[in-house]
């Protein structure tokens, strides 16, 4: 793996300008990184929300197994941009 260079950092800062930050660890969240979540801190890396409790929002209950996760970059994609019937 190639080491990152001074231009991809700055790079990263840029589309970082809309606080596209994790509010746990402050890191930028970038279009690969898995991320999940939190109804109160909202949008976080998985990672870092790694042991936090996963509580039915309608039943208070909490659920067994592992937070439900995604793709950062996926939230960017237009409705229908994965079948190619976007706008």
Do not use: F, W
Not at 30 to 47: F, R, W, Y
Not at 62 to 80: A, F, H
């Amino acid at each position: 793996m190639m080491p990152e260079s001074n231009y991809s950092r700055a790079i990263d800062d840029v589309v970082a300008a809309d606080d596209d930050r994790c509010p746990v660890c402050a890191e930028i969240i970038k279009p690969d990184d898995m991320c999940s979540t939190d109804i109160e801190l909202g949008i976080c890396h998985a990672a870092c929300l790694e042991g936090s409790p996963h509580v039915d929002l309608e039943t208070d209950e909490q659920l067994d197994g592992p937070i439900p996760t995604y793709r950062y970059g996926d939230l960017d994609q237009p409705k229908g941009a994965e079948d190619g019937k976007a706008d």
